[in-house]
């Protein structure tokens, strides 16, 4: 009996969608096919609280500067504040302006009041400080991190503080928007950026090398009843935050100032590293509160690599942040993908993709099991990739269902907002 789109569809709900993830799942990647659509955060919104309530999850990852998230995690926490001015200050990429992000932070802050740490929920940006004109200045990442150190440490173990600043200069060196397409312009591969890399080096060495040190600091703040140690552990956290990020945006820059052919490449293989590394250690972090939830998109959290088409043949080809975290994690990543059918207002898949098949489904939304939904497509070939009608979208490719944990669908979604959707912010 040949297996139909039926035998691998259930209405959605987030317990259908759960039932499909491997146990000793720890870190759960919730993937969407484009940006600014409210449909896909209602949908991460409905399923984060499920996992909240029903599988032990205290903590959300999404594709966000790393940096600015701990104004909306302290937020949550219960830190006094303006909702509108965290969303704005605490989010990247415009990501602030969206009611499903609205509605997440003020559930979390809402959830986490009367509950100890152990139990609130914590919020991250899994991404790196960058934005599509260009990345951020390492400056204010690498002074933190030594005075960090230098409260710790010894003076002569560190360079004085005058050099970095020397070496760093004014942000608006780094942040140049013109680097981002003229490698010219940017100032990654000066001689103050390759001294910078060294230091950063050096720094995250002291960092690592001296952790037990810090980490006994922690202990002794836990045991005093005037300390906060939730203070003394976050310090330690940010720091360690600081040090990956600097060392990934002088590591971006150097890219920037790269003229190669494989400029493009290297940018994207250095932003999902940056994703990578930030969850790998945000898991590491929660490992004794419980697994957790990230949210970006199917390109950045898929297993196969990154590919992305130019034109004239060309194509970006990176290795995903989910491809790098399945490699590291030994089968505790999960990646669930969405998709969805109809965009106002006339983008419609064709008939022969998969996005045009299962438009034929009942249902708004519909979860799928990839097994048996590889099964009812057929021969390899006959289903075909969705060509994206811009470049804010790219539908899931057919070949690649056995890599995937589950499937949302969904049926209709508004015409997006702002930068991604061409319409007003």
């Given amino acids: 009996m040949t297996p139909s789109l039926q035998d691998a569809a259930r209405p959605f709900s987030a317990a259908a969608l759960t039932d499909l993830v491997p146990a000793g799942t720890r870190l759960l990647a919730l993937g969407e096919p484009t940006h600014g659509a409210e449909e896909f955060l209602d949908l991460r919104n409905e399923l984060f ?16 500067d790393c940096l600015a998230a701990p104004t909306v995690d302290a937020y949550v926490g219960g830190a006094e504040g303006e909702l509108d001015t965290v969303l704005r200050e605490g989010l990247s ?41 260009g990345a951020a200045a390492p400056g204010p990442a690498l002074l933190r991190l030594h005075a960090f150190l230098a409260d710790r440490l010894p003076a002569e173990l560190l360079p004085e503080r005058a050099e970095l600043l020397h070496l760093c200069g004014p942000d608006e060196r780094w942040t140049e928007p013109a680097a981002a397409l003229d490698p010219t312009r940017s100032v990654g591969r ?52 600081d040090a990956r990020t600097a060392t990934g945006l002088l590591r971006y820059h150097a890219a920037t ?12 293989r250095q932003r999902d590293l940056m994703i990578a590394d930030n969850l790998e250690a945000i898991l590491r972090r929660e490992a004794r509160r419980g697994p957790t939830l990230a949210f970006a998109h199917n390109r950045h959290l898929q297993r ?29 990543y999960a990646f669930l993908a969405t998709t969805f059918g109809n965009r106002a207002p006339d983008d419609r898949p064709a008939p022969d993709t998969l996005e045009g098949l299962l438009a034929t489904l009942p249902g708004p939304r519909t979860v799928l099991d990839p097994a048996p939904l590889a099964a009812a497509l057929g021969e390899p070939g006959r289903v075909k ?10 539908g899931l490719d057919p070949a690649e269902l056995g890599r995937v944990d589950g499937v949302v669908f969904v049926r209709d979604i508004a015409r997006q907002q702002g930068l991604f959707g061409g319409g007003e912010a």
């Avoid at 100032?257 to 994207?268: C, E, F, I, K, Y």
């Avoid at 088409?309 to 290795?319: A, E, I, K, V």
């Avoid at 990739?385 to 790219?394: G, K, M, N």
């Fill in 49 to 64: 609280r499920h996992l909240v309530a029903d599988h032990g999850y205290r903590s959300i990852a999404l594709e966000s």
């Fill in 93 to 133: 990429h415009g990501f602030g302006a969206y009611a499903g992000n609205r509605e997440l932070v003020r559930w979390m802050r809402e959830f986490n009041a009367g509950l100890g740490e152990g139990e609130r929920l914590r919020f991250y940006g899994a991404d790196g400080p960058l934005e599509y004109t």
């Fill in 190 to 241: 000066t001689a103050e950026a390759a001294r910078l890399r060294l230091i950063a080096d050096e720094l995250g060495v002291l960092l690592a090398a001296h952790r037990p040190q810090f980490a006994a600091t922690e202990a002794v703040a836990g045991a005093d009843a005037t300390t906060d140690a939730g203070t003394a552990a976050d310090a330690l956290w940010r720091a360690e935050l």
């Fill in 257 to 268: 100032a790269g003229d190669g052919p494989d400029r493009l490449n290297s940018l994207m």
């Fill in 304 to 332: 196969e690599a990154g590919r992305i088409p130019l034109g004239g043949g060309h194509q970006l080809l990176w290795w995903s942040a989910g491809s790098l975290l399945e490699a590291r994690l030994d089968g505790g």
């Fill in 385 to 394: 990739a969705r060509v994206p009608a811009d470049h804010t979208y790219f």
